[in-house]
């Protein structure tokens, strides 16, 4: 039988893992971790004694800004070492994020939709507005995560500051292809992964110069390829749909999912969600642990 890859960032909350892993656990899976600089309670040794079936690969660690190309340059390297082993699909994931189906009926989930991937489209035709969303340098994008923190609520995102610091840069269609964007989590073949590696050279040359890249990445590497055909879900009007994500934009930025949230979750069509946090009374984490877990022994 084929064979998947999850591929983890860790860096908020390291301590969820005690119930993602488990629940990830699988002869048919391999996990693939990175574990920021900044988590440095998160020792290796101690994520896999929380797997029996599954092999733990863990690369090098580095200091990750979320949105930034540092995020894009840790992808890199997860897909670059997990793509040796030509995996089905590869599953990117944080640790905020939980699943809520067993690891058997995920993998006959995207078994059964072979060739497909998941990765959100925001829509069709990239507008101007978006374009002038993510026409801006890096050095603006970092400093306004210095200066204001990630979700200031004054200022979530440097736009302004960036057209201040240099108002010729710019993304324009002599560059020979065209962006769009969506959510950063996905779900992809290893013949997606094969040409996003092959498409490094220019992601360095293009993206690392934006910020907020994670939302670009994968989705204008695949929309200006044959690929795109493969899209699993098109109407481009919700990202759990395309990911089997359930990610909840409308209640919050994004919402994280509570123990009242429970029932929702788990009558949703859905494989994975997220964010959810483990600390505070309101947490969901261990109901859905508890759910897959006797779902499992079944």
Same mark, same amino acid.
């Given at each position: *039988?084929? +064979? ?21 656990? =699988? ?6 971790? =990175?574990?920021?600089?900044?988590? $440095?309670?998160? &020792? ?5 004694? %929380? ?22 340059? !840790?992808? @890199?390297?997860?897909?670059r070492q997990s793509a040796k082993q030509k995996y089905s699909y590869y599953h990117f994931l944080s640790? !905020? ?15 059964? =939709?072979?060739?497909?991937? @998941?990765?959100? /489209? ?9 374009? &002038? ?11 306004? @995560?210095?200066?204001?923190?990630? $979700?200031?609520? +004054? ?42 590696? %092959? ?7 293009? %993206?690392?110069? *934006? ?22 879900? =098109? ?8 990911? *089997?994500?359930? /990610?909840?934009? $409308? ?24 964010p959810v946090h483990l600390k505070g009374k309101d947490s969901v984490a261990k109901d859905i642990y ?9």
């Open positions: *039988m084929n +064979k998947h890859a999850y591929l983890i960032l860790v860096q908020n909350q390291p301590e969820l893992l005690e119930y993602q892993l488990p629940l990830l656990d =699988h002869e048919r899976v391999d996990l693939y971790i =990175h574990i920021d600089k900044k988590a $440095k309670k998160c &020792r290796p040794e101690s994520l896999k004694s %929380l797997v029996k079936k599954s092999k733990v690969f863990f690369i090098n660690s580095t200091a990750v800004s979320y949105g930034s190309y540092t995020q894009i340059q !840790c992808q @890199f390297e997860l897909m640790d !905020c994020d939980l699943p809520l189906r067993t690891q058997e009926h995920i993998l006959d989930f995207f078994e059964s =939709h072979q060739g497909r991937e @998941f990765v959100n /489209i925001y829509g069709k035709n990239f507008s101007d507005g978006m374009r &002038r969303r993510f026409n801006y340098i890096k050095e603006a994008f970092d400093a306004g @995560f210095r200066l204001f923190g990630r $979700k200031s609520e +004054k200022l979530e995102y440097p736009w302004s500051l960036s057209t201040k610091l240099n108002p010729e840069t710019k993304i324009s269609s002599d560059a020979g292809f065209q962006l769009q964007a969506g959510i950063n989590a996905c779900s992809i073949t290893h013949d997606l992964v094969s040409l996003i590696l %092959l498409k490094e050279p220019w992601c360095e040359q293009y %993206l690392s110069k *934006m910020g907020g890249v994670c939302e670009l990445f994968f989705q204008t590497i695949l929309w200006n390829s044959m690929m795109k055909q493969n899209i699993y879900y =098109h109407q481009y009007d919700n990202w759990s749909n395309a990911t *089997m994500r359930y /990610i909840d934009y $409308k209640q919050g930025n994004p919402y994280v999912w509570q123990k009242k949230d429970f029932d929702t979750l788990i009558r949703s069509p859905y494989l994975f969600a997220g508890d759910y897959v877990t006797e779902k499992q022994k079944k």
